[in-house]
């Protein structure tokens, strides 16, 4: 039950300004593209002290009610920042209920889904939004139905199995997984909880910047992430954003986006035929919806996309593993990012978002 | 580099009283028991806001050095607390660096061996002990050994082997591998880092006492977890007796022991004949070093032991996946002593101690 009123909301089209009442069954604008989330927020306080974790301890800045989100907390959030030397920080994004960074949107999209009367959510992912989706509507008490593409790793199928959630599997390239996923969600109660496409996945994945701004008390010089629909830089972008409008940091960090030589279309290479079983199945996405706006991110941060080979995606990965650090292949991407010689200034921090077991 | 003066620390044994020095070759008193850790503590203070995660965050309660216990950091504690309903909360320290409470423990283990010179660290584990001292051993530089019983899961060998640790499989009961690994750590630089013996991994084990009382408040009224070695149950007895010593609450929880019908111990039932591939492999403990410690701490609580079936495991594992938690068989063992019907006042704080990835 509603115990606080949410805050007023609707959608809007970045494409062509096309804005849209919030509802269950608006998943896209009828030009195609996703939509944004048009919300009132108010500034970040100075100190947090006293308030518990979870996305509502940032209720200011994340445009959910305090009632759906505390049926839908699982644990998410709050991971650990550990320091690797020479102004070097992993955030363990992988500690986390069910191993993956996506847990901070799937948390945010459960409460959203509980707030608009939803019954059911539906999913299309290779796996980590998936295992979250499906973990985050069974702790609030919905269904999930999960479009999964044939050839997704059976550890992360045996995980989103396990929460109940009905996996369908599907052949062929990625993009027919979501169309599936989309029309699947156009039944009434239905909700499309899409990590590329639902809006409010962006504002749990905010809570990165909120929490690296606790842990260094400051902005960081330089944020780096590997990015394939690129649901956590544009969180952490708007993140930083508002940490700038509520006065508590100066300026934004650099965003470093991280991609695959296999499919790295942020960088204008076109992306290689993709078959499955690529190393870094997390980012192997040939069209991200959000291509624009992840560009646009990237450019007014004065950051940068990096590529990344397989060779030294195992390189960083192994290395991670023997500092103590064990993540999947896709997590490790960023750490190579940051295994090159080069230039560093200040603190770097690297998230590494799925755990080892994803893929062991 | 030491930079701060480590504790006044001896050995005791609780057996035969005789008194030792702290030093890497001192495994076990000459006859036979574990041994006690002895410290200077002082009292907690009442907020601990403003201090960073990690075991120093309870300095005055753990006789270990701030500089030894961040070389050995992974992020290791501060796990959610997700309430249930009807009074009943998960404590979820699945969600850890390696996938286990066992990082608690092995954070502080690793932290003594930084401390005593070892080079080494040697280990007997059915699984996520191995994992959580290779993991923290890589973390704070140092080689580590691990000793497996054969049959243990697949997933939990390969995560310690992505640790970098030596691994060696042991035929037979499992004290043939504890054997082994007490005698390889006799070697110069070497330490011995089992759960059941080293007194160290009880100092990582009272953090969980102190974080509930953190995130209640208060002391709950029961505390549940499943027992093996209890090397969880010794810890968190002991932080609420300190607790208790500092003021901050007035009484211990009820700790209540949860054990399986195939090795009860605890319970004075005969273990049955141990074949690997018992459905709670993490507690298939036939003689626990440390049992008359274990007796005494539940009866001094007010606790008592609780034998649960298979069946009763399977239900509450795949319960707490329909929640939302996807645990391994032997954590879920704590909460299918929890899910019967009967009396319960309070807050009752169960304890989810393994990742649903240890044993897919």
């Known amino acids: 039950m509603p115990t606080s009123p949410s805050p007023n909301r609707s959608l809007r089209c970045p494409a062509c300004a096309t804005e849209y009442e919030l509802s269950l069954s608006r998943v896209a604008c009828e030009c195609g593209s996703p939509l944004d989330l048009v919300a009132e927020r108010r500034p970040l306080p100075r100190s947090l002290e006293g308030r518990a974790p979870g996305l509502s301890r940032y209720r200011e800045a994340i445009a959910l009610a305090d009632w759906s989100l505390e049926r839908a907390y699982l644990g998410a959030g709050m991971t650990p920042l550990v320091a690797m030397g020479g102004g070097l920080h992993a955030k363990c994004d992988f500690i986390s209920p069910t191993g993956s960074f996506k847990d901070r949107g ?167 035929p993709l078959g499955h079983g690529l190393y870094t199945d997390g980012i192997a996405i040939s069209k991200p919806v959000r291509a624009r706006a992840i560009r646009d991110a990237i450019v007014a941060s004065g950051g940068e996309v990096v590529v990344v080979s397989d060779a030294e995606v195992r390189e960083a990965r192994h290395w991670l593993a023997a500092a103590g650090l064990w993540v999947e292949p896709t997590a490790a991407a960023a750490w190579a990012a940051v295994s090159r010689p080069g230039k560093s200034e200040g603190h770097i921090v690297v998230n590494l978002g799925g755990a080892g077991f994803k893929c062991p």
């Open 106 to 272: 799937a948390a945010a999209v459960a409460a959203a889904a509980l707030e608009l009367g939803a019954v059911e959510v539906v999913v299309d992912s290779s796996g980590n939004a998936a295992a979250a989706v499906a973990a985050h509507a069974a702790r609030a008490g919905l269904r999930a139905t999960v479009v999964v593409p044939e050839g997704a790793p059976e550890a992360k199928l045996a995980q989103i199995r396990a929460y109940g959630a009905a996996v369908m599997l599907v052949r062929g390239p990625r993009e027919r997984a979501s169309q599936l996923a989309m029309d699947l969600s156009r039944h009434e109660g239905r909700y499309y909880a899409s990590h590329a496409y639902n809006p409010f996945f962006l504002e749990g994945t905010r809570s990165w910047a909120f929490e690296i701004f606790e842990q260094l008390g400051a902005a960081p010089e330089t944020a780096v992430m590997p990015v394939g629909n690129g649901s956590l830089l544009l969180g952490v972008f708007a993140g930083f954003a508002h940490l700038v409008d509520s006065g508590l940091v100066t300026r934004m960090p650099r965003l470093v986006a991280v991609q695959s030589e296999n499919c790295a279309p942020l960088a204008g290479r076109p992306a290689r």
